[in-house]
């Protein structure tokens, strides 16, 4: 039987193992085998390291967090970036992997990455490779697609949390500032503040002052509600500009500096007379199962990019463009980041329900 293979690269996101799922069940019964990559893209080179995936060993991992096959977003792979401002992967590694696919005679090769990864995929097959993208992250920025897998269930992570926020800050009338994941973006803080009940939200894509958040607090307190929900991605800049995560450290800078939400709760903190607490939501946005709707767009994923592959069109990459599943090149969806529209409508709705986003009173 003809063979595909298949990797997991970049940050981990639930719905990888769906992903690896219904790839495999789908290529089984369009009569392939399916090889599965350790760890990214190193699996590929020496020493390469690989598992056939089967109907078998990928049963019962539909509803499992992580990757069964291991990922990597640092090293080989990912840590040159070249004039063009895309990680620059050196020739000999291409022409290992390009090795490593007429070894193992694979007809193609998925890859499921964020905008890193597919930026990988496509310096391969700018050099002749049959490759093809899914793509993947919680934070939803990828250009070309209304939805990558894993967004999802970080929302629903970040509802459970003000959830649980909201109790506790209503019975101690206090401020809680939830910071949440988003590097560059706020679709998570955005779309998880509007879910959870946010009452501020707070996002790249929109400038704030500390002033208007204190009148939406004030503007709450005069309603008679002693609590307020404040969602913050962890890309937003402060109000003088000035960024405090970094997003060439893998977001890893704000460990040290405190993170966004310990800036505004310190600030906060010292303008107000109520108290302030803090709660930064990390990698739990990324761990455990996806949810239902993750669930379906990562099989409808998976299926399709053995689908592309048994059509040989390779460069191409999977997306939703509701209510269809389609695909566009790699190359038009590694240009650039998808911001959140401050003029778009889900905006709109949270502001028309009288959410805060920081950047006019209440
Ligand atoms: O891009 C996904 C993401 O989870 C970002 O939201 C976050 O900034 C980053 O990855 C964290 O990366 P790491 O797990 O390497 O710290």
Redesign the pocket.
């Known amino acids: 039987r003809p063979r595909i293979g298949i990797l997991t690269s970049g ?1 981990d996101c639930p719905g990888l193992n769906a992903v690896l799922r219904a790839a495999t069940k789908t290529a089984f019964w369009l009569g392939y085998d399916m090889v599965g990559f350790r760890d990214g893209f190193e699996g590929m080179v020496d020493p390469i390291r690989y598992q056939v995936l089967t109907r078998e060993n990928t049963s019962a991992i539909l509803t499992l967090g992580g990757t069964i096959l291991g990922s990597t ?1 640092k090293g080989r792979f990912g840590a040159r970036t070249g004039v063009s401002g895309r990680a620059e992967i050196m020739p000999e590694l291409i022409e290992q992997v390009a090795q490593t696919i007429q070894t193992l005679k694979l007809e193609g090769l998925i890859v499921v990455g ?1 905008d890193g990864s597919l930026s990988t995929a496509l310096q391969f097959h700018e050099a002749g490779l049959p490759v093809v993208g899914v793509p993947k ?3 939803n920025d990828l250009e070309c697609t209304a939805y990558t897998f894993g967004f999802n269930s970080a929302v629903l992570c970040c509802a459970d949390a003000l959830d649980r926020l909201q109790t506790t800050a209503a019975s101690h009338g206090r401020v809680m500032v939830l910071e949440v ?3 560059h973006t706020g679709w998570i803080a955005l779309h998880g503040g509007i879910a959870g009940g946010a009452d501020v939200i707070l996002i790249p894509e929109v400038a704030w002052t500390y002033e208007n958040i204190i009148a939406k607090i004030r503007e709450r307190t005069e309603m008679g509600q002693s609590f307020t929900l404040i969602t913050v991605a ?1 890309g937003a800049t402060l109000p003088d500009g000035a960024m405090v995560t970094d997003s060439h450290s ?3 800078l704000q460990v040290k500096l405190g993170g966004i939400g310990h800036v505004v709760t310190d600030q906060l903190s010292q303008m107000i007379e109520q108290d302030v607490r803090c709660v930064v939501l990390g ?1 739990l946005q ?1 761990g455990g199962g996806p949810t239902t709707f993750d669930r379906v767009l990562s099989s409808e994923y998976g299926a399709h990019a053995v689908r592309l592959v048994y059509q040989k069109r390779f460069g191409q990459m999977v997306c939703s463009d509701p209510p269809a599943i389609t695909s566009v090149a790699i190359a038009d969806a590694v240009h650039n980041i998808r911001t959140v529209d401050p003029h778009g409508s889900t905006v709109q709705t949270a502001r028309g329900m009288g959410i805060c986003l920081g950047d006019t009173p209440g």
Do not use: A, L, V
């Open positions: 940050g977003n964020g992250t919680i934070d994941m988003g590097r962890e893998g977001g890893n990698h990324r």
